[in-house]
């Protein structure tokens, strides 16, 4: 009987009903087959009622894991239009479980995480930047204060795409990209932090000249 009750239960897609597991974050999967199985414990809950509970679970999951969610509105929209209204669509359009080629992908499709995330954690490139070259201001001064005299230099640098202003027939500065030189300059001994020049070519006597211009100034 019991054999026969879990046949019954068991999905040629999604498996078997089951709780989501709250150490971790759910998959749609996961959050599917609990929505089977609160349908199955009481069939006169409605879908929406299940939807809103799987909400509050998710969110309560988020929390654990001090990740802000979107809105429990958004949420329980997204439960209802990703997850059970696509399973549902899938559950009459695969018959048996005799269509392996078929099943994969909706599987892969559901086997993914349901990410209800607020923060994507994008890192904008202009605040990239701006962090690179506060440093590097920062490097620079110090080593003003502290390299008093320049016993031998270390450089390294390679050309890169660099926003410059350049001055348009309008008479204006406009923003625009060129390639430049770029180079590190260390002080040994103690492998100190010098300076950043840009060499107006990548020529030897261009570098030189930043070099001995640089080297001039500290001593």
């Known amino acids: 009987m019991a054999e026969n009750t879990r046949s019954k239960v068991f999905h040629p897609i999604f498996g078997y ?73 899938y559950g009459k359009s695969i018959q048996n479980k005799q269509q392996p080629d078929r099943i994969q992908p909706i599987i892969s499709e559901f086997n993914v995480l349901f990410d209800v995330s607020s923060c994507k954690c994008l890192i904008q490139e202009d605040k990239t930047r701006r962090s690179r070259f506060s440093v590097r201001k920062e490097l620079a001064n110090e080593a003003h204060e502290t390299i008093n005299d320049i016993s031998a230099i270390y450089f390294d640098g390679r050309k890169d795409q660099t926003r410059v202003l350049v001055e348009r027939e309008d008479g204006h500065l406009h923003q625009d990209t060129a390639n430049e030189e770029h180079y590190t300059v260390l002080s040994e001994p103690g492998n100190q932090y010098v300076a950043h020049v840009t060499p107006s070519s990548g020529k030897a006597k261009d570098i030189a000249r930043e070099l001995t211009d640089l080297c001039r100034e500290r001593n």
């Open 17 to 89: 009903p089951g709780p989501i597991p709250e150490n971790q974050l759910p998959t749609k999967l996961d959050l599917y087959n609990h929505y089977r199985m609160l349908r199955n414990e009481d069939s006169k809950s409605t879908r929406d009622d299940i939807a809103k509970e799987l909400t509050e679970v998710l969110v309560r999951i988020y929390n654990l894991a001090s990740i802000p969610t979107i809105s429990e509105l958004k949420i329980k929209q997204y439960i209802n239009s990703d997850i059970i209204e696509r399973a549902k669509y």
